[in-house]
C-alpha cells in the first residue's frame, strides 16, 4: 500500500506537470545508476533533489544512500543487474536467463527488501535478458503486482522490456541518452549540450549517468543553466506516461549513445 499511494502522488504531480507543458517548458529526468559500492557514491547526495538514485541491492553503501536519498525527497530506483551477452559480472541480486519464474520473483522480492523506498525497478546490464520475454513478463508481473514501474536503460536494441511492460500494464519510460559512457568531463558536458538538444526537439527526455567524481562536477555545473534554456529538471516519476499503453507501444523510441553487450 505505501508503494501504490507513492505511485498516487506521483500521478498528481503529472497533473502539474502537464501543465508546466502547456506553458512550453521541455523536461529532463536524470537517472544516477550504479549507487551502493564505493563510498564515494555519496558525493551524488550534493546533486538536485530531482535527480533520481538508482541504487544496487545488496551493495555496502546502497541502503544508506537510499534511505538518504529519501530525506532529501529524491526519488529511488532499483537497479536490477540482468545478464548481459558479454556474461559479464553481475554481482547480487542478479537475474538469469536460467531463473524460473519463482525465482525471479523471489529474487527481485529480496532486493526491493534490501533497498528501501523504491518506486522503481531499471535494469543494470542486461542486454541479453531485456531481449528474453519470459523472464521480462515475470518480471513485470511483479512490478504490476507491487505497484512499481519500469524505466528501461536500453542497454540493447532488440529489448522487449518495455513492450512486455505496456503489455502487461506497467507504467514504463526508457533512457534516452548515456551522460557518461567516456569518465571525462569534457565529453560529459557534450553528451550533455546533446541532452538538451533532445530535449528541445522532443519535449521531455531521460538521461542516465553514473555516481563518477567527474560527472557530479559537471553535473553541479550545467544543471542549473537548465533554467535558462526554459528546460525544467523532474523527477522521473513526472515522466510517467498518462496514456494508455496501446497508445504509448505506437512512439517511436529514439536513442543514442548505447552501452553495447552490457
Known amino acids: 500500500m505505501r508503494i501504490f499511494f507513492s ?84 554481482g547480487p541480486g542478479a537475474l538469469t536467463s536460467n531463473m524460473d519464474e519463482a525465482n525471479v520473483k523471489k529474487t527481485l522480492a529480496a532486493s526491493i527488501a534490501d533497498i528501501p523506498h523504491v518506486i522503481g525497478i531499471n535494469n543494470h546490464m542486461g542486454s541479453l535478458l531485456t ?39 506497467v507504467p514504463s519510460l526508457h533512457r534516452h541518452i548515456f551522460l557518461d559512457n567516456k569518465v571525462d568531463e569534457r565529453y560529459i558536458e557534450q553528451q550533455f549540450n546533446k541532452l538538451i538538444r533532445s530535449s528541445k526537439k522532443n519535449g521531455a527526455v531521460v538521461a542516465i549517468a553514473h555516481p563518477h567524481p567527474a560527472t557530479v562536477r559537471v553535473l553541479k555545473k550545467m544543471i542549473p543553466t537548465l533554467a535558462e534554456r526554459n528546460i525544467e529538471l523532474v523527477t522521473i516519476s513526472q515522466l510517467l506516461p498518462l496514456e494508455t499503453p496501446s497508445q504509448i507501444s505506437q512512439q517511436k523510441i529514439e536513442l543514442t549513445d548505447q552501452h553495447q553487450g552490457e
Open 131 to 169: 531481449q528474453k520475454s519470459a523472464p521480462m513478463s515475470w518480471t513485470m508481473q511483479f512490478l504490476k503486482e507491487n505497484d512499481l514501474f519500469f524505466l528501461d536503460s536500453r542497454t540493447s536494441k532488440y529489448s522487449q522490456a518495455e513492450y512486455i511492460a505496456q503489455r502487461i500494464g
Open 7 to 90: 505511485l498516487f502522488i506521483f500521478v498528481v504531480v503529472n497533473l502539474f506537470a502537464t501543465s508546466a507543458n502547456a506553458q512550453g517548458k521541455d523536461k529532463i529526468a536524470i537517472v544516477i545508476d550504479d549507487i551502493g559500492y564505493r563510498s564515494t557514491d555519496k558525493t551524488a547526495l550534493q546533486l538536485p533533489k530531482q535527480v533520481t538514485f538508482s541504487v544496487l541491492p545488496h551493495t555496502p553503501f546502497g541502503r544508506e544512500l537510499a534511505v538518504q536519498g529519501n530525506q532529501q525527497q529524491r526519488e529511488i530506483l532499483l537497479h536490477v543487474p540482468m545478464e548481459s551477452i558479454n556474461n559479464l559480472l553481475l
